[in-house]
């Protein structure tokens, strides 16, 4: 056999995912006056949410002279070239909550820009997570992201970048919680200044420390006298004392004072008679620095009592993520409820108040950490914080609702992050409140959801799990909602090849829907048809076919014949009957699926085509290239019509009629065609995506056809290198590659290399797949192969009888591999010079072939040839014995 990938259709073994009937929302868009993004330089590029400058912003000059010290730079300025070759500069900002450690980075990213430093990226540091999704957007703005690429690969891109880069570029960690995640994902060498904003004083002992303190006493009266106008510097040293010269309680204090027209001993007698013990629960010791609570809790009431939106608002607001809120949330969930303008006014208001800030650009609001925990302190004692969750919880809902999934989601990716980040911020909460509400739920799967569309499976299967047992936990383990979470869960571990796992969820949710929901409910039938497609993939095609049977005759009984997914089901059947070398079932069933959906869909629709490729490459796989090629050739012209040139689903049609090509022997068209569709997929998902990766596969098994092994062999090993590397060294696909290459080996005459890569491939494929494994089977009859092509016969005949009789037990007297098993064996006993045993099983195996194939199929082509070589040695005598194996035939698949 070859261990080819030849393309299969696009439509079959669909994973059918559950949204827990939430419904796409399609709103206007309104659009609102925001202040206008600060001028950059030509070419500039500045990623995250810098903040604004405050309203009577403090600089603190002498902090920053000595941060530009410790990051080796002297004031930021425009610089030509810095050189990368030594160790990157690196300070960590500490100190306690509220004495301005953001602020002072703000400003020093301000000063950078102003210089042109050609890139500024800010990024949120609480969790991987956020640090991931930072650097993947970095990725995006420096052109480094690929389309097949997840957040963990584009953010390593943009590190390598970072570190390659010779010009001065700033990278910011805010808030940053572990030291050994930052240093993970901290460029280690070049010209980038990386700074760390924290309170974790672990960061001071591994990176150059800044510690910063609150104002000193002339800052205080300044930052004051700045903010509320008054000329009174010993009542802003008062008040700078009573609240511990901490900037965030100054600017509290200050724009209540602005606000309400006060003077410093008025702020003060307000402050002393505020009764916080009815806000806040007591703590024990100095929860807070001094005053600080009262400052915030007077300024929260204070524009609470003018702005009826704020309290349900700030209670939101408190219980989001940190690192921001873009408008485009807000604004979703102001769309449910109140006017988008007036949302803008209380924005501003708060603002005013120093409640919230905003980034640089004006998208995005920011609340500090200090304000949102008094905040959610004062719901906690007052019995609210469930209230503000569900809020929050429904502000996501709809943003939600404004989202793509399926193939729209890589478009909105930077929408999906933001929704994750969200999401994550509120379920910590929630969880930490000891509720979850079913809506969170439904949200964190939409979320693994969108992962898992954006092939981010490292992300995608924690996510996953830890709601399965979310859902397990709350509403029990056979509610509806936790049997879709487990369905999904066994959708992401079998796209990740993982059929172990993935079989035994599936078979799990089956068995809960079925006891649950009965047998004829439409998830029960989702659920069937996902573990039938699952079991195909195993290569048990014994339970997998059944299965789909009923899962056809349950979908036409309850949602009829014409329903789309009865016809996918129909569809999937016809695959599985194909796969299992059963044509004369599959061929009219494809032939019939195709009726009905030009019927029902129209010629154009996009699962026509999908069936009319399916199709086609079964008359390919029965050897009718006459009906397969034009059926390709037409499919291919309307997918690129309807499609466009670059759609997944066109350029699967291009591969199929390549392989259809390379079938018919027509190299000189298989071999350009297999190029240019390899550079497609290469520009539009990715080097790494699976699909480019199949294609580079496809191009070198062409190359081996065509007796160029020359560039055969490396681009195999190429392909094996880069599959071990993306999809792990078990995965089927790089088991495939495996044998491929062994095959290559062995047509160059190198079975050194070949036989123990043989080897190791059925040990590993007998391991991950099972014995009875199809592809296993394959491997089997390739190392036997290679034995008898080295002249073993002793260790060749034993694994081609016991290949053949597992072959038969497993697929099928009639299968093509079952054909092609008893073919070489044939050929080893007339190497062995046992014509006696090798003609009569040529002869038996060439009437099935002519019986099951046809006459002109390949394989039938060649075992003739095989039997008649054979005969023509009978007539010669005994001398007749061959030295060179007669020729195989070719199992279809690996």
């Not at 010791?285 to 009262?294: I, S, V």
């Not at 478009?411 to 079913?438: C, K, M």
């Not at 009437?847 to 005969?871: I, K, M, Q, S, Y």
Request: one cysteine or more.
């Amino acid at each position: 056999m070859t261990g080819d990938e030849p393309p299969s259709g696009t439509a079959g073994d669909h994973i059918e995912f559950h949204h827990n009937l939430i419904e796409k929302a399609v709103g206007v868009e309104h659009h609102h006056h925001y202040p206008p993004p600060p001028e950059r330089a030509p070419g500039q590029i500045v990623e995250g949410d810098i903040p604004q400058r405050p309203p009577g912003f403090q600089p603190r000059e002498q902090l920053l002279r000595r941060l530009a010290v410790l990051l080796d730079d002297g004031p930021p300025a425009k610089h030509a070239d810095a050189g990368n070759g030594g160790a990157v500069a690196i300070c960590a900002v500490a100190g306690t909550p509220g004495v301005g450690k953001t602020m002072l980075a703000a400003s020093y990213a301000w000063a950078c820009q102003a210089a042109g430093w050609p890139v500024v990226a800010w990024i949120a540091a609480e969790s991987t997570d956020q640090i991931v999704t930072g650097l993947a957007a970095l990725a995006e703005r420096l052109g480094q992201r690929r389309p097949d690429d997840d957040a963990a690969t584009a953010a390593a891109r943009a590190r390598s970048w970072l570190a390659a880069t010779t010009r001065p570029a700033l990278l910011v960690f805010d808030n940053a919680a572990d030291v050994a995640v930052v240093r993970r994902w901290c460029p280690a060498t070049g010209a980038t200044r990386a700074l760390i904003t924290t309170r974790n004083r672990a960061f001071l002992r591994s990176y150059q420390p800044l510690e910063v303190g609150v104002f000193t006493l002339d800052q205080a009266q300044a930052f004051l006298h700045r903010r509320t106008g008054l000329d009174d510097p010993g009542g802003a040293a008062e008040l700078a004392t009573e609240l511990g010269h901490l900037p965030l309680a100054l600017a509290q204090a200050a724009s209540v004072i602005a606000r309400l027209h006060l003077d410093y001993p008025s702020y003060l007698d307000l402050l002393h008679a505020f009764p916080i013990g009815d806000y806040l629960p007591a703590h024990d010791g100095d929860a807070y620095p001094a005053g600080t609570a009262q400052a915030i809790m007077l300024s929260i009431t204070q524009a609470e009592a003018s702005l009826p939106s704020a309290p349900h608002l700030l209670a939101m607001l408190s219980v989001l993520s940190p690192a921001g809120i873009p408008l485009t949330v807000l604004s979703a969930g102001s769309k449910a409820g109140s006017h988008p303008v007036h949302l803008r006014e209380t924005l501003a208001a708060l603002a005013d108040n120093c409640l919230i800030s905003f980034s640089e650009d004006g998208a995005t609001v920011l609340m500090h950490r200090l304000v949102q925990r008094v905040l959610r302190e004062r719901a906690t004692h007052h019995g609210h914080l469930s209230a503000a969750l569900a809020r929050a919880v429904g502000l996501l809902q709809a943003f939600n609702a404004t989202l793509p999934y399926g193939a729209g989601s890589w478009a909105a990716r930077a929408q999906v992050e933001t929704l994750i980040d969200q999401t994550n911020t509120v379920y910590h909460w929630a969880l930490a409140g000891g509720d979850l509400p079913t809506e969170l739920l439904a949200l964190r799967g939409w979320c693994g959801r969108y992962l898992y569309d954006l092939a981010d499976l490292t992300r995608a299967i924690p996510l996953f799990e830890a709601t399965l047992a979310d859902h397990e936990r709350v509403l029990g383990a056979d509610h509806p909602s936790t049997l879709a979470s487990r369905n999904n869960l066994a959708g992401v571990y079998r796209e990740a090849g993982n059929l172990g796992r993935a079989i035994s969820l599936f078979e799990a949710a089956l068995a809960g829907h079925e006891r649950v929901l009965g047998a004829d409910h439409p998830d029960t039938l989702t659920s069937r048809g996902n573990l039938a497609g699952t079991y195909r993939a195993a290569g048990n095609l014994g339970r997998a076919i059944p299965l789909y049977e009923a899962t056809l005759a349950g979908r036409e009984r309850v949602l009829g014949g014409d329903h789309p997914g009865a016809l996918t089901i129909r569809n999937d059947l016809a695959h599985a009957y194909q796969a299992a070398g059963d044509l004369g079932r599959a061929i009219p069933l494809y032939e019939a699926t195709l009726a009905d959906c030009e019927r029902v869909l129209g010629g154009d629709h996009p699962h026509t085509l999908i069936s009319r490729i399916n199709l086609a490459t079964a008359y390919c796989a029965a050897g009718d290239l006459r009906r397969a090629i034009p059926l390709l050739e037409a499919t291919l012209a309307d997918c690129e019509r309807v499609l466009g040139g670059d759609h997944p689903h066109t350029l699967q049609s291009r591969i199929n009629l390549a392989h259809a090509y390379e079938t018919a022997g027509d190299l000189g068209r298989a071999i350009p065609l297999y190029e240019a569709t390899l550079a497609d997929r290469e520009r539009v998902l990715g080097g790494d995506h699976p699909d480019t990766l199949t294609s580079r596969n496809n191009l070198a098994h062409a190359y081996h056809a065509a007796g160029d092994l020359r560039r055969a062999i490396p681009l195999y090993e190429a392909t094996l290198a880069d599959r071990e590397r993306v999809l792990d060294a078990d995965h089927p696909d790089t088991l495939t590659s495996r044998n491929n290459l062994a095959h290559a080996y062995h047509a160059a005459g190198d079975l050194r290399r070949a036989i123990p890569l043989y080897e190791s491939t059925v040990a590993d494929r007998e391991r991950v797949l099972d014995a009875d494994h199809p592809d296993t089977l394959t491997s089997r009859n390739n190392l036997a192969h290679a034995y008898h092509a080295a002249g073993d016969l002793r260790r060749a005949i034993p694994l081609y009888e016991s290949t053949l009789a597992d072959c038969e037990r497993v697929l099928g007297g009639d299968h093509p591999h079952t054909l092609t098993s008893r073919n070489n064996l044939a050929g080893a006993y007339e190497t062995a010079g046992d014509l006696g045993r090798a003609i009569p099983l040529y002869e038996a195996t060439l009437a099935d072939c002519e019986g099951v194939l046809g006459a002109d199929h390949p394989t039938t082509r060649t075992v003739r040839r095989n039997l008649e070589a054979a005969a023509a040695a009978t007539h010669r005598g005994a001398g007749g014995r061959r030295r060179v194996p007669p020729r195989r035939g070719k199992y279809p698949s690996s």
